[in-house]
Protein backbone atom coordinates (compact mmCIF):
# COMPACT_ATOMS: atom_id res chain seq x y z
CA UNK A 1 0.00 0.00 0.00
CA UNK A 2 1.89 3.45 -1.05
CA UNK A 3 -1.47 5.74 -0.19
CA UNK A 4 0.09 9.49 0.53
CA UNK A 5 -2.77 11.12 0.90
CA UNK A 6 -6.56 10.78 2.16
CA UNK A 7 -9.47 13.15 1.79
CA UNK A 8 -10.64 13.95 5.45
CA UNK A 9 -14.31 11.87 4.11
CA UNK A 10 -12.20 9.30 2.99
CA UNK A 11 -9.91 8.59 6.70
CA UNK A 12 -13.33 9.43 8.81
CA UNK A 13 -15.66 7.07 6.96
CA UNK A 14 -12.98 3.85 7.26
CA UNK A 15 -12.54 4.63 10.88
CA UNK A 16 -16.23 5.23 11.80
CA UNK A 17 -16.55 1.69 10.21
CA UNK A 18 -14.18 0.52 11.97
CA UNK A 19 -15.62 2.10 15.14
CA UNK A 20 -19.37 0.22 14.00
CA UNK A 21 -17.72 -2.64 13.56
CA UNK A 22 -15.86 -2.90 17.12
CA UNK A 23 -19.74 -1.89 18.98
CA UNK A 24 -21.23 -4.42 16.78
CA UNK A 25 -18.85 -7.75 17.31
CA UNK A 26 -18.67 -6.43 21.48
CA UNK A 27 -22.98 -6.06 21.57
CA UNK A 28 -22.97 -9.07 19.72
CA UNK A 29 -20.94 -11.08 22.42
CA UNK A 30 -23.05 -9.82 25.28
CA UNK A 31 -26.01 -10.61 23.00
CA UNK A 32 -24.76 -14.40 22.97
CA UNK A 33 -23.60 -14.61 26.10
CA UNK A 34 -26.58 -13.39 27.85
CA UNK A 35 -29.19 -15.06 25.56
CA UNK A 36 -27.83 -18.17 26.16
CA UNK A 37 -30.78 -19.52 28.75
CA UNK A 38 -33.20 -19.45 25.65
CA UNK A 39 -32.04 -22.05 24.13
CA UNK A 40 -32.05 -25.57 25.10
CA UNK A 41 -28.23 -26.51 26.85
CA UNK A 42 -27.15 -28.63 24.26
CA UNK A 43 -27.01 -26.19 22.03
CA UNK A 44 -25.58 -23.41 23.94
CA UNK A 45 -21.89 -24.62 22.88
CA UNK A 46 -22.75 -22.88 19.46
CA UNK A 47 -23.37 -19.53 21.18
CA UNK A 48 -20.13 -19.72 23.34
CA UNK A 49 -18.15 -20.09 19.98
CA UNK A 50 -19.78 -17.54 18.69
CA UNK A 51 -18.89 -14.96 21.48
CA UNK A 52 -15.26 -16.24 20.95
CA UNK A 53 -15.94 -15.22 17.38
CA UNK A 54 -16.68 -12.07 18.04
CA UNK A 55 -14.83 -11.74 20.69
CA UNK A 56 -11.34 -12.26 18.83
CA UNK A 57 -13.22 -9.88 16.01
CA UNK A 58 -13.25 -6.92 18.56
CA UNK A 59 -9.91 -7.53 19.42
CA UNK A 60 -8.06 -7.12 16.32
CA UNK A 61 -10.39 -4.20 15.25
CA UNK A 62 -9.01 -2.44 18.40
CA UNK A 63 -5.98 -3.12 16.72
CA UNK A 64 -6.88 -2.47 13.43
CA UNK A 65 -8.27 1.23 14.52
CA UNK A 66 -4.62 2.26 16.39
CA UNK A 67 -3.00 0.56 13.04
CA UNK A 68 -5.07 3.42 10.83
CA UNK A 69 -5.15 6.17 13.30
CA UNK A 70 -1.21 5.72 13.95
CA UNK A 71 -0.46 5.57 9.87
CA UNK A 72 -1.94 8.65 8.56
CA UNK A 73 -1.83 12.12 10.06
CA UNK A 74 -3.72 15.62 9.69
CA UNK A 75 -1.52 17.82 7.31
CA UNK A 76 -0.76 20.62 8.89
CA UNK A 77 -3.33 22.99 6.99
CA UNK A 78 -6.19 20.37 8.35
CA UNK A 79 -7.78 20.14 5.00
CA UNK A 80 -6.26 15.85 3.97
CA UNK A 81 -4.88 13.12 5.74
CA UNK A 82 -0.99 12.70 5.02
CA UNK A 83 0.77 8.99 5.36
CA UNK A 84 2.80 9.25 8.86
CA UNK A 85 4.94 6.69 7.30
CA UNK A 86 4.35 3.94 9.52
CA UNK A 87 2.26 1.59 7.55
CA UNK A 88 -1.05 0.50 7.85
CA UNK A 89 -1.23 -3.12 9.06
CA UNK A 90 -3.52 -5.07 7.27
CA UNK A 91 -2.40 -8.27 8.12
CA UNK A 92 -4.69 -8.22 11.77
CA UNK A 93 -7.42 -9.74 9.43
CA UNK A 94 -5.56 -12.93 8.31
CA UNK A 95 -4.71 -13.18 11.75
CA UNK A 96 -8.30 -13.14 12.80
CA UNK A 97 -9.49 -15.25 10.23
CA UNK A 98 -7.17 -18.06 10.96
CA UNK A 99 -8.80 -18.50 13.95
CA UNK A 100 -12.45 -16.99 13.29
CA UNK A 101 -13.22 -19.19 10.36
CA UNK A 102 -12.77 -22.35 11.45
CA UNK A 103 -14.59 -21.74 14.57
CA UNK A 104 -17.77 -20.57 12.29
CA UNK A 105 -17.49 -23.76 10.74
CA UNK A 106 -17.67 -25.31 14.08
CA UNK A 107 -20.55 -23.40 14.94
CA UNK A 108 -22.82 -24.49 12.48
CA UNK A 109 -22.02 -27.87 12.55
CA UNK A 110 -22.76 -28.11 16.31
CA UNK A 111 -25.64 -26.53 16.04
CA UNK A 112 -27.48 -29.05 13.67
CA UNK A 113 -26.72 -31.45 16.26
CA UNK A 114 -25.55 -34.32 14.39
CA UNK A 115 -24.50 -37.86 15.15
CA UNK A 116 -21.20 -37.87 17.06
CA UNK A 117 -19.40 -39.79 14.44
CA UNK A 118 -20.70 -37.95 10.98
CA UNK A 119 -20.51 -34.11 13.08
CA UNK A 120 -16.41 -35.16 13.99
CA UNK A 121 -15.62 -36.28 10.87
CA UNK A 122 -17.51 -32.86 9.08
CA UNK A 123 -15.88 -31.08 11.52
CA UNK A 124 -12.01 -32.34 11.06
CA UNK A 125 -12.58 -31.76 6.87
CA UNK A 126 -13.84 -28.16 7.25
CA UNK A 127 -11.27 -27.08 10.10
CA UNK A 128 -8.61 -28.42 7.85
CA UNK A 129 -9.50 -26.74 4.74
CA UNK A 130 -10.65 -23.58 6.49
CA UNK A 131 -7.13 -23.26 7.86
CA UNK A 132 -5.41 -24.25 4.43
CA UNK A 133 -7.83 -21.46 2.78
CA UNK A 134 -6.59 -18.46 4.94
CA UNK A 135 -2.71 -19.98 5.10
CA UNK A 136 -2.51 -20.35 1.15
CA UNK A 137 -4.01 -16.69 0.50
CA UNK A 138 -1.79 -14.88 3.13
CA UNK A 139 1.20 -15.17 0.72
CA UNK A 140 -0.35 -13.88 -2.06
CA UNK A 141 -1.85 -10.69 -0.04
CA UNK A 142 1.45 -9.75 0.58
CA UNK A 143 2.59 -9.24 -3.03
CA UNK A 144 1.70 -6.59 -5.51
CA UNK A 145 0.41 -7.81 -9.13
CA UNK A 146 -1.30 -6.86 -11.90
CA UNK A 147 -2.57 -9.75 -13.53
CA UNK A 148 -3.91 -12.57 -12.25
CA UNK A 149 -1.33 -14.68 -14.10
CA UNK A 150 1.40 -13.66 -11.66
CA UNK A 151 2.64 -15.39 -8.12
CA UNK A 152 -0.53 -13.41 -6.31
CA UNK A 153 -2.80 -14.67 -8.24
CA UNK A 154 -1.18 -18.69 -8.19
CA UNK A 155 -1.76 -18.16 -4.08
CA UNK A 156 -5.31 -17.04 -4.44
CA UNK A 157 -5.81 -20.02 -6.59
CA UNK A 158 -4.25 -22.54 -4.18
CA UNK A 159 -6.86 -21.25 -1.79
CA UNK A 160 -9.53 -20.87 -3.71
CA UNK A 161 -9.57 -24.85 -3.58
CA UNK A 162 -10.39 -25.59 -0.08
CA UNK A 163 -12.90 -22.47 -0.32
CA UNK A 164 -14.48 -24.92 -3.17
CA UNK A 165 -13.78 -27.86 -0.90
CA UNK A 166 -16.04 -26.42 2.38
CA UNK A 167 -18.70 -24.75 -0.19
CA UNK A 168 -18.80 -28.92 -1.14
CA UNK A 169 -19.28 -30.34 2.23
CA UNK A 170 -21.82 -27.64 3.45
CA UNK A 171 -24.12 -28.23 0.08
CA UNK A 172 -23.65 -32.15 -0.44
CA UNK A 173 -22.88 -33.47 2.75
CA UNK A 174 -24.65 -30.91 4.96
CA UNK A 175 -27.14 -30.74 2.98
CA UNK A 176 -27.89 -33.51 2.90
CA UNK A 177 -28.32 -34.00 6.59
CA UNK A 178 -30.38 -31.45 6.61
CA UNK A 179 -33.60 -33.58 5.28
CA UNK A 180 -34.72 -35.16 8.68
CA UNK A 181 -35.14 -31.00 10.32
CA UNK A 182 -37.75 -29.54 10.92
CA UNK A 183 -39.21 -26.65 8.10
CA UNK A 184 -38.11 -23.68 9.89
CA UNK A 185 -34.50 -24.89 10.54
CA UNK A 186 -34.32 -26.06 6.87
CA UNK A 187 -34.82 -22.37 5.64
CA UNK A 188 -32.85 -21.09 8.13
CA UNK A 189 -30.36 -23.49 7.40
CA UNK A 190 -30.18 -22.65 3.86
CA UNK A 191 -30.31 -18.56 4.84
CA UNK A 192 -27.31 -19.10 6.72
CA UNK A 193 -25.70 -20.63 3.75
CA UNK A 194 -26.64 -18.22 1.95
CA UNK A 195 -25.07 -15.57 4.08
CA UNK A 196 -21.63 -17.49 4.44
CA UNK A 197 -21.10 -17.68 0.35
CA UNK A 198 -22.29 -13.83 0.06
CA UNK A 199 -19.97 -12.75 3.00
CA UNK A 200 -17.12 -15.11 2.33
CA UNK A 201 -17.34 -14.15 -1.41
CA UNK A 202 -16.51 -10.96 -1.16
CA UNK A 203 -13.19 -11.86 0.44
CA UNK A 204 -11.92 -13.56 -2.80
CA UNK A 205 -13.10 -10.19 -4.71
CA UNK A 206 -11.32 -7.66 -2.77
CA UNK A 207 -8.26 -10.09 -3.12
CA UNK A 208 -8.40 -9.65 -7.29
CA UNK A 209 -8.80 -5.66 -7.05
CA UNK A 210 -4.92 -5.19 -7.90
CA UNK A 211 -5.53 -7.37 -11.05
CA UNK A 212 -7.94 -5.06 -12.21
CA UNK A 213 -5.64 -1.87 -11.59
CA UNK A 214 -7.97 -0.94 -8.51
CA UNK A 215 -5.61 0.84 -6.34
CA UNK A 216 -4.78 4.15 -4.82
CA UNK A 217 -6.72 6.05 -2.07
CA UNK A 218 -10.33 5.01 -3.14
CA UNK A 219 -9.85 1.42 -3.39
CA UNK A 220 -8.18 1.00 0.29
CA UNK A 221 -11.34 2.98 1.25
CA UNK A 222 -13.71 0.48 -0.63
CA UNK A 223 -11.77 -2.08 0.39
CA UNK A 224 -11.32 -1.49 3.93
CA UNK A 225 -14.95 -0.67 4.22
CA UNK A 226 -15.95 -3.66 2.41
CA UNK A 227 -14.06 -5.59 4.41
CA UNK A 228 -15.63 -4.19 7.49
CA UNK A 229 -19.34 -5.17 6.39
CA UNK A 230 -18.80 -8.44 5.26
CA UNK A 231 -16.81 -9.16 8.69
CA UNK A 232 -19.87 -8.01 10.63
CA UNK A 233 -22.32 -9.74 8.22
CA UNK A 234 -20.26 -12.84 8.50
CA UNK A 235 -19.33 -12.88 12.44
CA UNK A 236 -22.30 -10.96 14.45
CA UNK A 237 -25.04 -11.44 12.01
CA UNK A 238 -23.94 -15.31 11.18
CA UNK A 239 -23.81 -16.11 15.11
CA UNK A 240 -27.53 -14.61 15.34
CA UNK A 241 -28.62 -16.45 12.68
CA UNK A 242 -26.79 -19.81 14.68
CA UNK A 243 -28.90 -18.40 17.34
CA UNK A 244 -32.13 -18.25 15.80
CA UNK A 245 -31.54 -21.67 14.47
CA UNK A 246 -30.65 -23.00 18.02
CA UNK A 247 -33.58 -20.93 19.63
CA UNK A 248 -35.79 -22.93 16.94
CA UNK A 249 -34.64 -26.69 17.16
CA UNK A 250 -35.19 -25.75 20.95
CA UNK A 251 -38.71 -24.80 21.37
CA UNK A 252 -39.38 -27.80 18.21
CA UNK A 253 -37.99 -30.16 20.64
CA UNK A 254 -40.05 -28.62 24.01
CA UNK A 255 -37.80 -26.52 25.34
CA UNK A 256 -38.77 -23.38 27.64
CA UNK A 257 -37.04 -20.57 28.87
CA UNK A 258 -39.15 -20.78 32.01
CA UNK A 259 -38.52 -24.82 32.81
CA UNK A 260 -34.72 -23.29 32.44
CA UNK A 261 -35.19 -22.10 35.93
CA UNK A 262 -38.46 -24.42 37.17
CA UNK B 1 -18.44 22.56 12.09
CA UNK B 2 -16.33 25.45 11.94
CA UNK B 3 -16.32 26.43 15.45
CA UNK B 4 -12.52 28.17 16.37
CA UNK B 5 -13.51 29.35 19.82
CA UNK B 6 -15.45 27.62 22.52
CA UNK B 7 -15.98 29.76 26.30
CA UNK B 8 -14.76 27.95 29.16
CA UNK B 9 -18.39 27.53 30.16
CA UNK B 10 -19.35 25.90 26.89
CA UNK B 11 -16.64 23.37 26.47
CA UNK B 12 -16.78 22.03 30.24
CA UNK B 13 -21.07 21.89 29.61
CA UNK B 14 -21.04 19.42 27.04
CA UNK B 15 -17.78 17.78 28.58
CA UNK B 16 -19.91 17.14 31.60
CA UNK B 17 -22.91 15.84 29.79
CA UNK B 18 -21.12 13.66 28.17
CA UNK B 19 -19.76 12.18 31.06
CA UNK B 20 -22.78 12.37 32.92
CA UNK B 21 -24.33 9.92 29.63
CA UNK B 22 -21.36 7.42 29.98
CA UNK B 23 -22.46 7.09 33.72
CA UNK B 24 -26.11 6.79 33.28
CA UNK B 25 -25.68 4.43 30.41
CA UNK B 26 -23.13 2.14 32.00
CA UNK B 27 -25.52 1.92 35.75
CA UNK B 28 -28.28 1.35 33.36
CA UNK B 29 -26.64 -1.37 31.85
CA UNK B 30 -25.71 -2.71 35.13
CA UNK B 31 -29.26 -2.45 36.24
CA UNK B 32 -30.56 -4.19 33.68
CA UNK B 33 -28.54 -7.32 33.95
CA UNK B 34 -28.60 -7.35 37.83
CA UNK B 35 -32.79 -7.00 38.27
CA UNK B 36 -33.26 -9.42 35.48
CA UNK B 37 -34.27 -12.23 37.93
CA UNK B 38 -37.48 -9.97 38.94
CA UNK B 39 -38.74 -10.68 35.62
CA UNK B 40 -40.31 -13.75 34.16
CA UNK B 41 -37.90 -15.75 32.10
CA UNK B 42 -39.54 -14.76 28.55
CA UNK B 43 -39.58 -11.24 29.16
CA UNK B 44 -35.70 -11.23 29.82
CA UNK B 45 -35.31 -11.02 26.37
CA UNK B 46 -35.87 -7.57 26.39
CA UNK B 47 -33.76 -6.32 29.44
CA UNK B 48 -30.94 -8.24 27.30
CA UNK B 49 -31.27 -6.49 24.51
CA UNK B 50 -31.57 -2.68 26.73
CA UNK B 51 -28.24 -4.07 27.90
CA UNK B 52 -26.59 -4.26 24.54
CA UNK B 53 -28.37 -0.45 23.77
CA UNK B 54 -26.37 1.11 26.52
CA UNK B 55 -23.38 -0.75 26.26
CA UNK B 56 -23.39 0.45 22.85
CA UNK B 57 -23.84 4.08 23.36
CA UNK B 58 -21.85 4.18 26.68
CA UNK B 59 -18.91 2.69 24.15
CA UNK B 60 -19.84 5.67 21.21
CA UNK B 61 -20.19 8.14 24.20
CA UNK B 62 -16.77 7.16 25.35
CA UNK B 63 -15.83 7.88 21.77
CA UNK B 64 -17.32 11.13 21.77
CA UNK B 65 -15.91 12.25 24.78
CA UNK B 66 -12.34 11.31 23.26
CA UNK B 67 -13.11 13.39 19.98
CA UNK B 68 -14.29 16.35 22.06
CA UNK B 69 -10.99 16.59 23.85
CA UNK B 70 -9.20 15.95 20.57
CA UNK B 71 -10.86 18.79 18.66
CA UNK B 72 -10.23 21.52 21.37
CA UNK B 73 -7.54 22.84 23.77
CA UNK B 74 -7.41 25.74 26.11
CA UNK B 75 -5.89 28.64 24.91
CA UNK B 76 -2.73 29.54 26.65
CA UNK B 77 -4.27 32.24 28.27
CA UNK B 78 -6.69 29.94 29.81
CA UNK B 79 -9.51 32.18 28.82
CA UNK B 80 -11.03 29.99 26.09
CA UNK B 81 -11.08 26.60 24.09
CA UNK B 82 -9.66 26.83 20.86
CA UNK B 83 -10.36 24.49 18.20
CA UNK B 84 -7.05 22.01 17.57
CA UNK B 85 -7.71 21.91 14.27
CA UNK B 86 -8.85 17.73 14.55
CA UNK B 87 -12.05 17.91 13.40
CA UNK B 88 -14.75 16.94 16.26
CA UNK B 89 -16.25 13.37 15.04
CA UNK B 90 -20.14 13.35 15.54
CA UNK B 91 -20.80 10.49 12.99
CA UNK B 92 -20.48 8.42 16.08
CA UNK B 93 -24.20 9.15 16.87
CA UNK B 94 -25.31 7.96 13.25
CA UNK B 95 -23.58 4.28 13.57
CA UNK B 96 -24.44 4.32 17.56
CA UNK B 97 -28.41 4.68 15.52
CA UNK B 98 -28.22 2.72 13.39
CA UNK B 99 -27.61 -0.29 16.05
CA UNK B 100 -29.38 0.94 18.94
CA UNK B 101 -32.55 2.18 17.26
CA UNK B 102 -33.76 -1.43 15.70
CA UNK B 103 -32.81 -2.62 18.97
CA UNK B 104 -35.16 -0.32 20.65
CA UNK B 105 -37.82 -0.97 18.47
CA UNK B 106 -37.60 -5.12 19.20
CA UNK B 107 -37.19 -5.01 22.91
CA UNK B 108 -40.68 -2.97 22.84
CA UNK B 109 -42.59 -5.84 20.67
CA UNK B 110 -40.39 -8.34 22.27
CA UNK B 111 -41.84 -7.33 26.11
CA UNK B 112 -45.44 -7.46 24.56
CA UNK B 113 -45.26 -11.01 24.08
CA UNK B 114 -47.39 -11.05 21.05
CA UNK B 115 -47.73 -14.60 18.88
CA UNK B 116 -44.74 -15.48 16.70
CA UNK B 117 -46.36 -14.41 13.23
CA UNK B 118 -47.41 -11.44 14.61
CA UNK B 119 -44.16 -10.03 16.00
CA UNK B 120 -41.93 -11.41 13.48
CA UNK B 121 -43.92 -9.77 11.00
CA UNK B 122 -43.93 -6.53 13.13
CA UNK B 123 -40.03 -6.59 13.74
CA UNK B 124 -39.11 -7.29 10.50
CA UNK B 125 -40.96 -3.79 9.20
CA UNK B 126 -39.75 -2.25 12.14
CA UNK B 127 -36.30 -2.97 12.03
CA UNK B 128 -36.05 -2.27 8.28
CA UNK B 129 -37.86 0.76 8.47
CA UNK B 130 -35.40 2.21 11.20
CA UNK B 131 -32.70 1.46 9.37
CA UNK B 132 -33.99 3.58 6.19
CA UNK B 133 -34.27 6.30 8.76
CA UNK B 134 -31.07 6.64 10.03
CA UNK B 135 -29.38 5.56 6.90
CA UNK B 136 -31.34 8.56 4.56
CA UNK B 137 -30.95 11.07 7.62
CA UNK B 138 -26.83 10.40 7.49
CA UNK B 139 -26.03 11.96 4.16
CA UNK B 140 -28.47 15.35 4.95
CA UNK B 141 -26.08 15.82 7.84
CA UNK B 142 -22.80 16.14 6.01
CA UNK B 143 -24.00 18.90 4.50
CA UNK B 144 -24.48 22.31 5.58
CA UNK B 145 -27.64 24.70 4.17
CA UNK B 146 -29.45 27.32 5.13
CA UNK B 147 -32.99 26.29 3.82
CA UNK B 148 -35.45 23.53 3.93
CA UNK B 149 -35.02 24.08 0.22
CA UNK B 150 -31.70 22.06 0.01
CA UNK B 151 -30.19 18.86 -0.63
CA UNK B 152 -30.12 18.49 3.06
CA UNK B 153 -33.94 19.25 3.36
CA UNK B 154 -34.31 16.45 1.05
CA UNK B 155 -32.56 13.60 2.64
CA UNK B 156 -34.14 15.12 6.21
CA UNK B 157 -37.68 14.67 4.20
CA UNK B 158 -36.81 11.22 2.47
CA UNK B 159 -35.88 9.76 6.46
CA UNK B 160 -39.00 10.81 7.81
CA UNK B 161 -41.01 8.87 5.62
CA UNK B 162 -40.04 5.90 7.53
CA UNK B 163 -39.92 7.51 10.62
CA UNK B 164 -43.66 7.95 10.25
CA UNK B 165 -44.17 4.81 9.11
CA UNK B 166 -42.70 3.47 12.65
CA UNK B 167 -45.10 5.58 14.10
CA UNK B 168 -48.10 4.46 12.41
CA UNK B 169 -46.93 0.84 13.15
CA UNK B 170 -47.22 2.10 16.95
CA UNK B 171 -50.09 3.30 16.98
CA UNK B 172 -52.36 1.64 14.69
CA UNK B 173 -51.19 -2.22 14.32
CA UNK B 174 -49.42 -2.52 17.80
CA UNK B 175 -51.74 -0.17 19.41
CA UNK B 176 -54.89 -2.15 19.04
CA UNK B 177 -52.70 -5.15 20.04
CA UNK B 178 -52.83 -3.61 23.30
CA UNK B 179 -56.22 -4.57 23.90
CA UNK B 180 -55.93 -7.85 25.23
CA UNK B 181 -53.45 -6.48 27.71
CA UNK B 182 -53.93 -5.74 31.52
CA UNK B 183 -54.62 -1.87 32.19
CA UNK B 184 -51.11 -0.48 34.15
CA UNK B 185 -49.59 -2.55 31.37
CA UNK B 186 -52.21 -0.91 28.68
CA UNK B 187 -50.72 2.76 30.52
CA UNK B 188 -47.03 1.95 30.41
CA UNK B 189 -47.63 1.37 27.17
CA UNK B 190 -49.18 4.89 25.89
CA UNK B 191 -46.21 5.89 28.59
CA UNK B 192 -43.52 4.92 26.68
CA UNK B 193 -44.52 5.15 23.25
CA UNK B 194 -45.26 8.92 24.77
CA UNK B 195 -41.42 8.95 25.72
CA UNK B 196 -40.52 7.90 21.90
CA UNK B 197 -41.81 10.96 20.19
CA UNK B 198 -40.73 13.15 22.37
CA UNK B 199 -36.82 12.42 22.58
CA UNK B 200 -37.09 10.40 18.99
CA UNK B 201 -38.86 14.39 17.92
CA UNK B 202 -35.75 15.79 19.28
CA UNK B 203 -33.40 14.34 16.47
CA UNK B 204 -35.46 15.90 13.69
CA UNK B 205 -35.02 19.51 15.20
CA UNK B 206 -31.41 19.59 15.34
CA UNK B 207 -31.38 18.85 12.08
CA UNK B 208 -33.11 21.57 11.21
CA UNK B 209 -31.04 23.91 13.06
CA UNK B 210 -28.94 25.15 10.64
CA UNK B 211 -32.33 26.40 8.12
CA UNK B 212 -32.72 28.90 11.36
CA UNK B 213 -29.53 30.09 10.87
CA UNK B 214 -28.97 28.33 13.92
CA UNK B 215 -25.06 27.65 13.83
CA UNK B 216 -21.60 28.60 15.43
CA UNK B 217 -20.70 27.68 18.69
CA UNK B 218 -23.52 28.24 21.25
CA UNK B 219 -25.59 26.02 18.76
CA UNK B 220 -23.36 22.97 19.03
CA UNK B 221 -23.04 23.50 22.38
CA UNK B 222 -26.97 23.32 22.44
CA UNK B 223 -27.52 20.40 19.31
CA UNK B 224 -24.41 18.63 21.82
CA UNK B 225 -26.15 18.78 25.05
CA UNK B 226 -29.90 18.01 22.95
CA UNK B 227 -28.64 14.99 21.37
CA UNK B 228 -27.11 13.79 25.20
CA UNK B 229 -30.26 14.42 26.94
CA UNK B 230 -32.77 12.75 24.27
CA UNK B 231 -30.15 9.88 24.15
CA UNK B 232 -30.12 9.43 27.79
CA UNK B 233 -34.29 9.20 27.97
CA UNK B 234 -34.45 6.97 25.01
CA UNK B 235 -31.96 4.63 25.55
CA UNK B 236 -31.39 4.24 29.53
CA UNK B 237 -34.96 5.91 30.58
CA UNK B 238 -36.87 4.05 27.53
CA UNK B 239 -35.29 0.62 28.52
CA UNK B 240 -36.13 1.09 32.80
CA UNK B 241 -39.73 1.82 31.42
CA UNK B 242 -39.32 -1.78 29.27
CA UNK B 243 -38.37 -2.74 32.65
CA UNK B 244 -41.75 -1.60 34.25
CA UNK B 245 -43.91 -3.36 31.53
CA UNK B 246 -41.97 -6.53 31.94
CA UNK B 247 -42.09 -6.68 35.80
CA UNK B 248 -45.61 -5.50 35.77
CA UNK B 249 -46.72 -8.22 33.20
CA UNK B 250 -44.76 -10.66 35.46
CA UNK B 251 -46.54 -9.74 38.30
CA UNK B 252 -50.01 -9.74 36.15
CA UNK B 253 -49.01 -13.72 35.33
CA UNK B 254 -48.05 -14.67 38.94
CA UNK B 255 -44.31 -14.61 38.76
CA UNK B 256 -42.76 -14.32 41.64
CA UNK B 257 -39.10 -13.85 42.36
CA UNK B 258 -39.19 -15.40 45.51
CA UNK B 259 -40.01 -18.29 43.46
CA UNK B 260 -37.34 -18.50 41.04
CA UNK B 261 -35.06 -19.35 43.87
CA UNK B 262 -37.40 -21.86 45.50
Known amino acids: MDITSLSLGEYSLVYNMLSFSIAAMLAAGVFFILAR???SPKYRISLVISTLVVGIAAYHYFRIIG????AFELSSA???YLSSGEPFNDAYRYVDWLLTVPLLLVELVLVLDLSRSKSSSMLTKLVIAAVFMIA???PGELLSADSMFSERGFWGLLSTIPFVYILYILFGE???AMEGQPERVRVLFRNIRLLLIFTWGFYPIVYMAPFFGLTGSSSLVTIQVGYTIADVLAKAGYG???YAIAREKSLAEGYSVEEAYA
Open 37 to 39: DRV
Open 67 to 70: SWTG
Open 78 to 80: GTE
Open 136 to 138: LGY
Open 174 to 176: LGS
Open 240 to 242: VMI
